[in-house]
């Protein structure tokens, strides 16, 4: 498992309430129905006429919310084989309406119905009343036909698994759980964990496209949503409309190259939480940042040589780390992390275990309420197979600790995480330059964790129009994060299509 691949919006509304459902009940169906034009629903490719000609059955779920179920085929290269399901969601526009915005949380793995469901969270007030906001989740993800690789008791482990292990049998323990995701994933009736790269799910935001009446496709995507829209935006450059990436990831990336950098990301964020705790004054972790830092790392092994209690549960290293990041996705949530790591320090876990369930989207009752975990593995995986075997991974250990003490074992034996993969796509990921499309704008924020700066600037200079709009502040992403200058940028030019001035600093 890469750490790229759950993104700060999974955390942002996992610590919110996201319980909802697409399903019956509450609303009314859309009264103006697009009738899309010849031109919208003409098929790329022969044999796909039939899904670019289908019309959306919307039904009231959700209150004011709308719901229906896109058809795909399950693999594009054999488009009169089996079929599955994409499920979408919309929430009208409030007021004129323009279009309709598909928009994506990341992940892979992140719904984009639940990312709609709380979409007043994260779209602005003039955005809402002039698009329709359009949810979905992705193949293999959610409410979508799922790819379901391992029960509960696994998942647990799967999450709890030491992230640096120190001796062989640990090493076993932490190859297990990949070896056992990969079985489950194989294991699982009628090819769907073939069938969920990333192309595959821009292919089918293609026939969404279609079956919501639109010429061109305004979007919004957030973390691995924007390698999503870029790579919709090279399949298909001509029918990119108004397209915001956010929290970018470069084009091109070898798995090495993403984790180091992510590791890198964590440690800064790390640090810029410590160095507020500091300034703030009678920082509970120490007078200074390092020696916050070194608390925080003491800690961790604290709990790798002994688990904490936590309710019934063992808070494990595993539990702990990603008990640590989530957090520090976004800034607001610092004070969850204060609390979480002064409680540990007490000797209880439960604060830490809490916001480690929430990054793998586990219940109270010990159940999974999604499959973040396991299309994020599928997907990933399917996109570049390339682990590394324990000794390869012992050999980069080293470099990753001096670039990130606190993250780097982790990130580096993450590499470890799909040399157990099964699946080959059927069609690779394509080089991006989305040449011919029109302005793509992307966001970078200078202290970003997950998607480091640096992607954001290779991103926009990757693409044939690339627009870079960067935010100097910390946490993931960079709209709806309280600089006014991004989200004014970013409104004007949804709404109203002004391209913000290329390399804005905000």
């Not at 193949?139 to 698994?161: E, I, W």
């Not at 090819?191 to 192309?199: A, C, E, K, M, P």
């Not at 509970?284 to 019934?312: C, H, N």
């Not at 197979?385 to 670039?403: D, H, I, N, W, Y």
Request: charged letters at 25%; a negative charge.
């Amino acid at each position: 498992m890469k750490l790229k691949a759950v993104t700060g919006a999974v955390a942002l509304t996992a610590l919110t309430v996201i319980t909802a459902a697409c399903g019956a009940g509450g609303g009314t169906p859309d009264a103006d129905q697009v009738s899309p034009s010849a031109g919208t629903t003409a098929a790329p490719e022969e044999g796909l006429q039939s899904f670019y000609s289908q019309k959306l059955d919307w039904k009231g779920c959700n209150g004011a919310f709308e719901c229906a179920t896109l058809e795909v085929p399950l693999d594009y290269s054999d488009p009169t084989g089996r079929t599955i399901d994409v499920a979408v969601i919309k929430d009208p526009a409030s007021k004129d309406k323009i279009g309709s915005l598909a928009i994506n949380p990341g992940g892979p793995g992140g719904s984009g119905i639940d990312y709609a469901l709380y979409n007043n969270q994260s779209f602005s007030r003039e955005v809402r009343d002039s698009y329709d906001i359009v949810g979905f989740d992705p193949r293999g993800v959610g409410q979508s036909t799922p790819v379901d690789c391992l029960d509960d008791d696994a998942l647990d482990a799967y999450v709890a698994v030491d992230p640096d292990p120190d001796n062989l049998a640990e090493v076993k323990a932490y190859v297990d759980t990949g070896v056992e995701m990969a079985n489950g994933c194989a294991s699982q009736r009628r090819g769907i964990s073939d069938h969920v790269s990333t192309v595959e799910a821009a292919r089918d935001m293609d026939v969404l496209r279609a079956a919501l009446g639109e010429d061109q496709l305004d979007y919004f995507g957030a973390s691995y949503g924007t390698q999503l829209g870029s790579t919709y935006a090279e399949l298909y450059p001509d029918r990119v409309g108004r397209f915001v990436l956010d929290g970018a990831i470069a084009p091109g990336l070898s798995v090495v190259d993403a984790n180091l950098a992510q590791a890198k990301g964590f440690e800064v964020a790390l640090r810029s939480y410590v160095e507020n705790c500091v300034d703030e004054g009678d920082c509970f972790l120490g007078d200074t940042v390092d020696e916050g830092v070194e608390r925080v790392q003491k800690l961790l092994a604290d709990i790798d040589a002994e688990p904490l209690p936590a309710g019934d549960r063992e808070l494990t290293a595993g539990n702990a780390l990603y008990g640590l990041i989530t957090p520090l996705y976004v800034e607001s949530y610092w004070p969850y992390l204060t609390e979480a790591l002064q409680a540990a320090m007490k000797g209880d876990g439960a604060p830490l275990m809490s916001l480690s369930d929430n990054y793998a989207g586990r219940d109270p009752k010990g159940g999974y309420i999604n499959n973040t975990m396991e299309a994020n593995w599928a997907i990933n995986c399917l996109d570049d197979s390339s682990g590394l075997s324990p000794t390869e991974v012992r050999e980069q250990v080293p470099a990753f600790e001096k670039a990130a003490p606190t993250f780097g074992a982790a990130l580096a034996w993450m590499l470890n995480g799909c040399s157990a993969e099964k699946f080959e796509a059927t069609e690779p990921e394509p080089e991006i330059d989305a040449e011919g499309s029109n302005p793509i704008v992307v966001i970078g924020t200078t202290r970003d964790p997950a998607t480091p700066y640096e992607w954001a600037k290779d991103l926009a200079k990757a693409l044939d129009n690339g627009v870079l709009v960067s935010r100097d502040g910390d946490g993931h992403t960079g709209y709806m994060q309280g600089n006014r200058c991004v989200d004014n940028a970013i409104n004007d030019y949804l709404v109203d299509g002004k391209v913000p001035d290329d390399g804005l600093e905000c």
